[in-house]
């Protein structure tokens, strides 16, 4: 019985902090410029085609979608040899965050590794805005090399945050 109110106060504990850092996330969210762009953070798994996620400036990372990159335009910031050569750079951007211009296709993209059918981004310029972001959809989050284990789905909802105890803020754009 204690062995259950310790890992349910963990637990609490945990939601909350994560509520509370991304409200704080949000407030920066719904401060950012906005414009014809988008912010992309590169989510790299070895052996996948996907690019990343993508929003639109003062959007929510819960509008985030994952896509792959048609290059045709301009290459990936990172397109170079891949793993396994030894002078590899393929992934080397893990977890930066871009500002990116371009357009969704219309078209979308199979990605073998992870069995999923993802929108495909045409990109016109990448500028770097944040080498080390820090969490993409919460604090707590578990990262795997093996599988997509980040996704906007893993945010906890405002309503559950209110409920444990931290209110909702409505300075930013849901989906």
């Not at 048609?70 to 793993?83: C, L, M, S």
């Not at 996704?151 to 105890?165: E, F, K, L, N, S």
């Amino acid at each position: 019985m204690l062995l259950a109110g310790v890992l349910c106060l963990s637990q609490c504990n945990t939601l909350k902090s994560d509520c509370q850092a991304i409200q704080e996330r949000e407030a920066a969210i719904a401060a950012e410029q906005p414009g014809d762009y988008y912010i992309g953070r590169r989510y790299y798994i070895p052996f996948t085609r996907m690019w990343g996620y993508l929003r639109r400036p003062g959007e929510s990372w819960r509008t985030a979608k994952l896509v792959m990159m048609d290059e045709h335009t301009i290459h990936q910031p990172d397109r170079g040899p891949e793993p396994p050569l030894k002078n590899a750079v393929f992934g080397t951007d893990d977890n930066v965050e871009y500002a990116i211009t371009g357009k969704f296709t219309g078209k979308s993209a199979y990605e073998p590794s992870t069995n999923q059918v993802l929108p495909l981004f045409m990109a016109t310029s990448y500028r770097v805005l944040n080498r080390k972001p820090g969490f993409l959809f919460k604090p707590s989050e578990k990262r795997s090399d093996d599988f997509v284990t980040l996704d906007p789905r893993i945010m906890p909802d405002p309503q559950v945050c209110a409920a444990a105890g931290v209110p909702a803020t409505t300075s930013h754009k849901q989906p």
